[in-house]
């Protein structure tokens, strides 16, 4: 008998493994964030006339929260907070969402620098549209740490509400 319920518990725990890395975008954010983020990066594109896939936007934190605009490595310009705003959630955006999305992005690159061993000032996470995917890639200075996916950036959203 007591073998049986080891055997139990072990199954058990194989599949709590398994399940912790399943997501489901029960409300298709990932597509709809993927479809904003590609809209912005045409816009800007039109506006520098260059290819959607060379501009990528790089965000960091150098004493406040700071993103700027690239065409492969010529830097462009400085984002803004509501630009930022609209590269995440689209067009139109409330100003009042300001506060909460600086947050959010200050509280992601401070947890991700933290799990990775790493300042903060350090780390830069970059999102790009090479080839018609979004591409989400994270850099301490300027060395490649890894690719992170998408869903992963709209859960910590999703799971760590701010104050604001």
């Not at 045409?42 to 960091?60: F, K």
């Not at 700027?68 to 010529?74: A, I, N, T, W």
Request: charged share 20%; glycine share 4%; aromatic share 10%.
């Amino acid at each position: 008998m007591f073998n049986k319920k080891k055997k139990n518990s072990r199954i058990t725990d194989k599949i709590k493994s398994y399940m912790k890395d399943i997501s489901i975008d029960l409300f298709s954010y990932e597509v709809v964030v993927s479809e904003n983020i590609a809209a912005y990066l045409l816009q800007v594109a039109s506006s520098y006339q260059s290819s959607a896939n060379n501009i990528r936007v790089v965000i960091s934190k150098n004493k406040a929260l700071t993103g700027f605009l690239y065409d492969k490595s010529k830097q462009l310009r400085q984002v803004t907070t509501s630009e930022l705003i609209s590269f995440f959630m689209g067009e139109g955006s409330s100003e009042l969402m300001e506060k909460k999305v600086t947050q959010q992005v200050l509280g992601y690159l401070s947890d991700y620098a933290s799990a990775k061993g790493t300042n903060t000032e350090q780390l830069s996470i970059v999102i790009a549209r090479p080839a018609q995917k979004i591409v989400v890639e994270a850099y301490r200075e300027h060395q490649f740490i890894e690719t992170i996916p998408l869903k992963q950036l709209i859960t910590y959203f999703s799971n760590h509400p701010s104050n604001a």
